[in-house]
């Protein structure tokens, strides 16, 4: 499996020293798939790769460190926009703080928090700046604003941009409820415009978007991101892990942060550090541990994804967990009617 590879590679680079053509070929394709390629590209600067390879890490380099500088330049259009500071989740948060997670990380949408009372006002002054709604639907529209975390995404008409506008971190219909109050009042300054989460917010924010919400889409950038979270702010703390599981506790994410942390030490080689008091932390392996990896790692040799039964189960278990099962029936059937499918 390609997916597989991948995980090798970036756990130990010096992997790459025994890849015929093949290898490379399905190395590459799976790095592409899971928009890890500029990941891929910095941890292998050092190494021999062929020489056909070598134009293909380059440009990927380059293409992260563009996309780095985009993103950037799009959080201070929206601290502009807002006349204020934003909090910046995800990616373009790596980045803006300089952390490892952010080095060769493809950055999409520009994801910010803000306190839900101040969300008109942001929606009227984004779109007096140039950003407008995405989704036309109705329905799409009031699903968004009723039940979801975030305002419906916007994109900005001129630099082909979209930005998510978050209140909280997950729908209002999932069971944990995260204290954003705490998260907002707790976030930490890396300019005069830009925020960030405190470190154990911001890995409970990743587990929760990649466990508690979705379906494990591209989920093995996010465990990366999460290794590489982890691995950094254990350095600057040694008690690190027991303030980031008292924290997820508090936040009614401990089991989904618990599993991050044991997947992350399964593939990636996460240090972890077993806890009995005040907090107990067992990275022992769990039985479901194994569909999740499974998941994760569903890609062929041409990076193509696999495993198609497995997908669609947790594509219904990502919207399981956002809301009852009576709304859930009612969802899916409006969906399937209006012709989405899942992929």
Same mark, same amino acid.
């Given at each position: 499996?390609?997916?597989?590879?991948?995980?090798?590679?970036?756990?130990?680079?010096?992997?790459?020293?025994?890849?015929?053509?093949?290898?490379?070929?399905?190395?590459?394709?799976?790095?592409?798939?899971?928009?890890?390629?500029?990941?891929?590209?910095?941890?292998?600067?050092?190494?021999?790769?062929?020489?056909?390879?070598?134009?293909?890490?380059?440009?990927?380099?380059?293409?992260?460190? &563009?996309?780095?500088? @985009?993103?950037?330049?799009?959080?201070?259009?929206?601290?502009?926009?807002?006349?204020?500071?934003?909090?910046?989740?995800?990616?373009?948060?790596?980045?803006?703080?300089?952390?490892?997670?952010?080095?060769?990380?493809?950055?999409?949408?520009?994801?910010?928090?803000?306190?839900?009372?101040?969300?008109? @006002?942001? *929606?009227?002054?984004?779109?007096?700046?140039? +950003?407008? +709604? !995405?989704?036309?639907?109705?329905?799409?529209?009031?699903?968004?604003? /009723?039940?979801?975390?975030?305002?419906?995404?916007?994109?900005?008409? *001129?630099?082909?941009?979209?930005?998510?506008?978050?209140?909280?971190?997950?729908?209002?219909?999932?069971?944990?409820?995260?204290? !954003?109050?705490?998260?907002?009042?707790?976030?930490?300054?890396?300019?005069?415009?830009?925020?960030?989460?405190?470190?154990?917010?911001?890995?409970?924010?990743?587990?929760?978007?990649?466990?508690?919400?979705?379906?494990?889409?591209?989920?093995?950038?996010?465990?990366?991101?999460?290794?590489?979270?982890?691995? @950094?702010?254990?350095?600057?703390?040694?008690?690190?892990?027991?303030?980031?599981?008292?924290?997820?506790?508090?936040?009614?994410?401990?089991? !989904? !942060?618990?599993?991050?942390?044991?997947?992350?030490?399964?593939?990636?080689?996460?240090?972890?550090? /077993?806890?009995?008091?005040?907090? /107990?932390?067992?990275?022992?392996?769990?039985?479901?541990?194994?569909?999740?990896?499974?998941?994760?790692?569903?890609?062929?040799?041409?990076?193509? *994804?696999?495993?198609?039964?497995?997908?669609?189960?947790?594509?219904? &278990?990502?919207?399981?967990?956002?809301?009852?099962?009576?709304?859930?029936?009612?969802?899916?059937?409006?969906? +399937?009617?209006?012709?989405?499918?899942?992929?």
């Amino acid at each position: 499996m390609s997916a597989a590879l991948l995980v090798s590679v970036l756990r130990d680079p010096d992997v790459v020293s025994a890849l015929d053509g093949a290898g490379w070929n399905a190395l590459i394709a799976a790095a592409r798939a899971e928009r890890l390629i500029g990941t891929l590209a910095l941890a292998l600067d050092e190494r021999c790769v062929p020489e056909s390879v070598r134009p293909i890490l380059a440009d990927a380099r380059l293409d992260a460190a &563009r996309e780095a500088r @985009q993103a950037l330049w799009e959080a201070d259009r929206a601290a502009e926009a807002l006349g204020e500071p934003v909090l910046l989740l995800k990616g373009t948060a790596y980045a803006a703080a300089g952390l490892k997670a952010g080095e060769g990380r493809f950055i999409g949408d520009l994801d910010i928090l803000l306190p839900q009372n101040e969300l008109s @006002q942001a *929606e009227d002054r984004l779109i007096a700046a140039g +950003w407008e +709604w !995405v989704k036309e639907d109705a329905y799409d529209d009031a699903y968004y604003r /009723q039940w979801m975390h975030e305002l419906p995404p916007m994109i900005h008409r *001129e630099r082909d941009r979209m930005i998510d506008v978050h209140h909280t971190i997950l729908p209002l219909t999932a069971r944990p409820t995260p204290d !954003v109050e705490v998260m907002l009042a707790d976030a930490v300054p890396v300019t005069d415009r830009l925020m960030v989460l405190a470190p154990e917010d911001m890995i409970c924010h990743s587990a929760a978007h990649l466990f508690a919400d979705g379906d494990l889409a591209g989920g093995l950038r996010n465990l990366w991101d999460i290794h590489c979270l982890c691995c @950094q702010f254990r350095e600057r703390t040694p008690d690190f892990d027991l303030a980031l599981l008292k924290r997820a506790a508090e936040h009614q994410l401990y089991a !989904v !942060v618990l599993r991050a942390l044991r997947l992350a030490h399964g593939l990636f080689g996460s240090p972890v550090r /077993q806890l009995r008091a005040p907090i /107990q932390a067992d990275y022992c392996p769990r039985w479901s541990d194994r569909l999740f990896i499974a998941r994760l790692l569903a890609r062929d040799g041409w990076g193509r *994804e696999t495993r198609k039964l497995l997908r669609f189960a947790f594509y219904v &278990r990502s919207h399981w967990l956002r809301m009852p099962p009576l709304m859930l029936a009612r969802h899916l059937l409006t969906k +399937w009617r209006k012709g989405h499918r899942p992929a």
